[in-house]
Every structure is written in structure tokens, then in C-alpha cells.
């Protein structure tokens, strides 16, 4: 079980994913415009060794001519990662655990198992900010293990529903306004 800190990071996660952002193919906002990021939900999963912490965060983006909700799944590490200087985030000064390597979970083989693990069943979403509390605003259409599994980066309200739903994990967040969204964090193809 992680056990989540309640203390400062050195630049803040919003301060390192404000230089970060921009640089994604996938980011939405205007060349050369700084993003204006609000922390707007996400939930957690457990490394089962204890040394990776593993955060699906959203932020809200207003710099744009409307707000953008961006899924960014993080892992925190306390040493780099081998062979993953392009997936670096930053790095910040945890005021418990030191210096952390905060890297884009999407391409952290330790995430992926682990949301792999979800959508098995062998896995158990824990809310963002409490230490062994599960969230259960997260729900799983459960598959078995296919050869794609995609993380979705611009989250959109609505998730997929009916008989032939493909299998996805669904989370809520909130909108600049507070109003309450739900939408697909990751789906897996078979």
C-alpha cells in the first residue's frame, strides 16, 4: 500500500507539467502559450514492491479559447529510470522521500502492469490523495489481455456503454465550473 505524503514537491507537479505539456504531440493549447493548469481529479494504483508511486492525474488547461481536461498518468521514482530520459517529466524535491524522477506514466513499464493488473481485476484504484482508501468513483469494464492498451491524453465527458462496450477504465473529474465529468482513462483492444 503507498502511503501518500502531505507535504511539498519542489517545483509542484502542476509547475513541471506547465514546461512539460506544450512539448506533446498531443497537447491542445496554442504554440508558445503557457498552459494554466488547475489539479482537476485522478486516482492512484499500488506498486505491489512499494518503490514506485503510480498517480492517473487530471489537470484543467484555461489558456485556450476553453478549458481542456488532460489525462497525465505519472510515476515517481527515487532513481532514474534506465533507458527513459525521453519519458522525463522532471524532476522535484519530495520534502519526505528527496529527490523523486517524475516520469510520463504511459511509457513507465511499472504503470502499465499495473493497468494492465486493473482491467485483470488483480488491482484496486485508491483515491488520489488518501493513503489505502480505495476510490470508488473508478469503474472497469474488465478484458482480458490484448495486445493494445491506449491511454487516453484529452479526456472527454462520456464513457463508451452497451452489450459491446470494449473493456476501459472510467474516472471522474471536475470542470473549471466544479461541474462533475466522467470520462475513459484507458481502453485495451483485443
Known sequence: ???IHHTTMTPGKL???ASWLPSQPWY???PGRTPELAKAGGFRLDDPEGEVGIEFMVVTDGAGDGPVAYH???TYRGAPLEGAEHALVGTSEHGVLGLRWIYDGAQDPVLL????ALFRGEAVPQAQSESDAPDPTVTVVPGKDGPTLSVTRVLHPGAPAGPDTPAHVS???????????????????V
Do not use: H, I, K
Open 28 to 30: 491542445a493549447g496554442r
Open 72 to 74: 497525465v498518468p505519472l
Open 1 to 3: 500500500m503507498a502511503v
Open 171 to 189: 474516472a471522474t473529474w471536475q470542470t473549471p465550473d466544479g461541474t462533475p465529468a466522467r470520462g475513459v482513462f484507458a481502453s485495451l483492444d
Open 113 to 116: 502492469a499495473r493497468l494492465r
Open 15 to 17: 509547475e513541471l507539467l
